[in-house]
């Protein structure tokens, strides 16, 4: 395909899926492709194609108005129906000319909860900004022959741009020149480690942009050398504004508790509009007034709606965050606290989550010798274990004395990186983390690195290059003391060449070896056993690196050959040392653990086995063959697959999908940019603390303060506990509110004159007595085995296992013990609307008791909870001041209780509460006859 510039022609789209595959394509057809040469583009071209393509900055999709989040929240089916019973309210207040203070107190409590969930969702979808901060604001570009400083809005395709280290990559490009040019892609690819780029190179059109080695892309940084290259997209043209794109398509799941809470919705407001429906026809067909019944109607109306719970649950989902920040996890959106718990499946990256982000040399190949290195991180403390393997032929087992030293010494010298001691008393690097690991290895030798660079000076160096594929050194050692385990071959040699590198290239210049009795020719078998062992290592996912040494090497004018090879160093990002039980905690509670990584197969596999992920025989699907599965297809693969390697970005995000097409509730970590459109769409989006960028950070419903797959864990942990304990407040409140709803529709049936409850009672019950013991049943503790259960169904009903028949029983039984009040409080002329309403509330106070657990109180601790108990006292006290302070008993017109009249509400109280501890007996009685059985 040709892109042609002309006025009657219009530019196509810089997308992957229009344009060239650049990578394919060598420089000069790049630019003629592109309508471009090496002195770069004209003002006036560049001035046309910015014309025609606009701007090179990403394009924001526009989030939701803080009017309409605003308008989202009141128009809740629950909120409206208590806004239409407000409306009818005021209008018979306003007949009888009395104050609407029951309307006035129903719009009051709409306004808290609607501004309450306004709170909670109005941050800004700011993904995308901090998508489009990541441009470089100023560029250096080749303009009509000249280099010039520009801002990085003013590239066009075409234009030649120059980078060196420092610079961060402003637009996608094809490679025209490097010299020695690194660049860390981890922002794009989630991988840390610096990628060598090559301009000459011609790849595979199918080669994927995690391995496209002759291109730059935006956003990326330049940490090594410099480069000269052709923009060949801007914009959303970009892999970078691909990536943009799916987060603007990113579905933004909503949490099993929105779903759940929605339902409960629905059926709350079904089931009162028929219930008042039918008393209010049964009342009339009975002779009861119209107005009466009309009055009862806007009661339950307003009973059957829990107008604390919203509140209750914004509370103890923020109570939530706070323990899970006490445990390095940070929620930014309420709801996703108890979504945590109800995941099922957890897609997670390799580096930094389940590995520590630190290369450590795992085992050394020395003579005929594999010697295992123990410790961790990089503490430079461990031990060397000594496993003999089958020499090479015509060698003998063992190695020559000091061989081993002299390797680890190698690595040491051949390398740059420092180790340094925290404060606190850590350890860490500074530089390459895989050189910082050779530092490491020395260390646990007893070898001191400073001391080996003070004695041995360096007098000349090849810095590593991807060409070279290796790194070399002369240093000086005129004393001759560290080619001692050479032998004869050093004598008189003052200057000792060393290099490190690939083992194949490494091998390829080496023509002897240090065996067991000294310098020896390497033969062409025991150069394939090398070979062989380099690989063996290799696909057990460590990364191998070679070591030769050459006395009489003077400067790197001299060719490298004529090598003596001292071994092989293999290292291994190594896994989180909590992961493993992290990971069997998993599988215990029911979850499953998926890693989706960019890295190697071979290493995801062997991480995977490592921490129990999987098992040595496990399927490991590579991005490539996800590209060519058809959804149906992918949904079949990620049902049994476990372990997902070079993956690009938008197939993370079809993995995350294709998950929840199976029913599936998904938490997704990631710390790149690559990873946000995932992390949007998942129904938990994780981002990691330390290594996140702000994208990832953004798109996400949670912050790992410590990068550790263990504090996911944690959290879902705490995730559960949330929604065990809204689950015990909402079978209590529902629970008191069908009893409310029962009893004042019993009133009309009954042929009893007036309303038992008016709405201002009703909303105190519900926001006061329900709401402050509800509080507290949200700070109950763990119970035991609540990483034992399986997670909660998919698409679960708030009302499942148990829950709606508790509610149903438990109300009926409230009811029926109000009701026999209320007959026998208006028969014997006692103030009956009040004790009824003193009865209820009373009587809810037991219930928060027994609510705290299926088991009776007498087996659990009565102080476990001692927020509980203070709840229940300052309630009671509060329900007291209500019969007996003037202006409050007026204003909630209630009448003052004789003695006597008390001693009845809280005798019938006594009586619920005895019921509901009786049941608990009964129950636990019978489970334990059944396991008998």
């Known amino acids: 395909m040709r892109l042609v510039f002309s006025a009657d022609r219009p530019v196509p789209s810089l997308s992957r899926i229009d344009s060239p595959a650049w990578h394919n394509l060598t420089v000069k057809e790049c630019l003629q492709q592109l309508e471009a040469t090496a002195e770069g583009l004209s003002t006036a071209q560049t001035a046309e194609r910015l014309a025609r393509l606009g701007p090179n900055k990403l394009e924001l999709a526009p989030g939701r108005s803080n009017m309409r989040i605003l308008w989202d929240q009141l128009s809740n089916v629950m909120l409206i129906m208590l806004l239409a019973v407000a409306a009818v309210s005021a209008a018979i207040a306003f007949s009888a000319q009395r104050f609407p203070k029951d309307a006035i107190a129903i719009v009051l409590i709409v306004g808290l909860n609607a501004l309450l969930g306004y709170l909670q969702e109005s941050r800004a979808q700011t993904a995308l900004l901090a998508l489009r901060e990541m441009a470089q604001p100023l560029v250096t570009v080749r303009r009509d022959g000249h280099w010039e400083r520009l801002p990085s809005e003013q590239l066009v395709p075409g234009d030649l741009i120059r980078m060196e280290a420092g610079d961060r990559v402003p637009a996608d490009a094809r490679l025209m ?125 307003v009973a059957i709606v829990p107008e604390g719970l919203p509140a209750v649950i914004t509370v ?110 850590s350890w860490d690097v500074l530089g390459d983390p895989t050189e910082g690991a050779l530092v490491v290895a020395a260390s646990k030798a007893s070898l001191d690195g400073f001391a080996l660079r003070s004695h041995y000076k360096r007098k000349a160096e090849i810095p590593f290059s991807s060409e070279r594929q290796l790194m070399a050194v002369w240093v000086d050692d005129t004393t001759g003391t560290l080619q001692q385990p050479l032998g004869d071959v050093s004598k008189g040699s003052s200057t000792l060449l060393i290099t490190k590198g690939a083992p194949e290239v490494i091998l390829g210049s080496c023509d002897r070896w240090i065996g067991n009795h000294g310098v020896a020719v390497l033969s062409d078998p025991q150069r394939q ?5 380099a690989r063996q ?119 995350v999908k294709a998950l929840q097409a199976n ?90 004159v007036g309303v038992p409850l008016s709405p201002l009672q009703i909303l105190w019950m519900n926001l006061v007595t329900d709401g402050v013991p509800a509080l507290a049943l949200a700070l109950e503790p763990g119970e035991e085995g609540l990483m034992q259960r399986p997670p909660a169904e998919p698409g679960e009903s708030i009302f499942a296992r148990g829950i709606g ?7 009926v039984v409230f009811a029926v013990i109000t009701i026999v009040l209320m007959v026998y409080a208006a028969g014997s002329g006692a103030p009956w609307k009040t004790m009824v309403f003193t009865t209820l509330c009373l009587a809810q106070m037991g219930h928060a008791l027994a609510a705290r657990s299926d088991l009776p109180l007498v087996q659990i601790n009565p102080f476990s909870n001692p927020w509980l108990i203070w709840a229940v006292v300052l309630t009671t006290g509060l329900q007291m001041a209500l019969l007996y302070v003037p202006f409050l008993s007026k204003f909630f017109e209630t009448t003052p209780l004789s003695l006597q009249d008390l001693a009845i509400c809280v005798g019938f109280s006594l009586i619920f509460f005895s019921y509901l501890e009786i049941e608990k007996l009964w129950r636990l009685w019978r489970r334990r006859a059944h396991a008998d059985a």
Not at 529 to 533: F, L, P
Not at 735 to 747: C, D, H, K, R, Y
Not at 805 to 811: F, K, Q, T
Request: with cysteine; charged share 20%; proline share 4%.
């Open 805 to 811: 028949s508790y509610i149903l029983r438990i109300g």
């Open 663 to 752: 029913g599936q509730v998904v938490a997704m970590t990631g710390d790149g940019v690559n990873d946000a459109p995932a992390l949007k769409q998942a129904h938990i989006g994780v981002a990691m603390g330390i290594t996140g960028t702000e994208v990832s950070k953004e798109a996400s419903d949670m912050v790992l303060l410590d990068d550790n797959f263990a504090t996911i864990v944690n959290a879902v942990e705490e995730g559960r506990l949330v929604y065990a304990n809204i689950r015990r407040f909402v079978k209590y409140i529902l629970g008191s509110n069908v009893g409310e709803l029962i009893t004042i529709a019993s009133a009309p049936l009954l042929g009893m």
């Open 177 to 301: 020149e490097v010299a020695e040019l690194g660049l860390r892609e981890a922002a794009l690819t989630g991988e840390a480690e610096a990628v060598f780029k090559k301009a000459d190179l011609v790849m595979e059109a199918a080669t994927p942009v995690l391995e496209r080695q002759n291109c730059l892309f935006q956003g990326t940084e330049v940490v090594r050398g410099r480069g000269t290259a052709v923009v060949t997209a801007t914009g959303m043209g970009t892999e970078l504004g691909q990536i943009a794109e799916l987060i603007n398509s990113a579905g933004g799941e909503t949490t099993p508790l929105q779903e759940r809470l929605d339902g409960l919705a629905n059926v709350l407001v079904g089931s009162a509009l028929a219930l008042v429906a039918l008393v209010v026809l049964g009342g009339w067909l009975l002779g009861q007034p119209l107005l009466g019944l009309l009055e009862v109607a806007l009661s339950m109306a």
């Open 537 to 655: 290592l290799a696909a057990s996912g460590l990364r191998v690196l070679a070591f030769a040494c050459a006395p009489h090497h003077t400067s790197p004018e001299q060719s490298l050959d004529h090598q003596v090879l001292l071994g092989l160093m293999a290292q291994l990002d190594p896994a989180r040392p909590e992961v493993a039980e992290a990971v069997a905690r998993c599988r215990e509670a029911g979850i499953r653990p998926v890693m989706i990584t960019g890295d190697h197969p071979l290493t995801a596999r062997a991480i995977g086995q490592g921490i129990g992920l999987v098992d040595a025989n496990a399927e490991v699907v590579l991005g490539r063959e996800l590209e060519q599965f058809n959804d149906a297809r992918l949904q079949e693969v990620v049902s049994r697959c476990s372990v997902y390697a070079r993956v690009p970005p938008e197939q993370k995000l079809r993995i």
């Open 316 to 425: 103890t989902l923020a109570i939530g965050t706070q323990r899970m920040v006490q445990r390095a996890a940070l929620i930014r959106r309420l709801p996703a606290v108890e979504a945590l718990g109800s995941v099922t499946v957890i897609c997670t990256d390799k580096t930094g989550t389940l590995t520590l982000n630190r290369q450590v040399v795992e085992e050394l190949r020395c003579g005929s010798q594999s010697i295992a290195v123990s410790g961790r991180g990089y503490d430079p403390h461990g031990s060397f274990t000594v496993s003999e393997l089958a020499p090479p032929e015509g060698a003998v087992p063992g190695i020559t004395a000091g061989a081993r030293d002299l390797l680890l010494a190698a690595g040491v010298l051949c390398s740059d990186a420092e180790l340094k001691k925290e404060e606190d008393g």
């Open 529 to 533: 056993w090398w070979v062989e062992q």
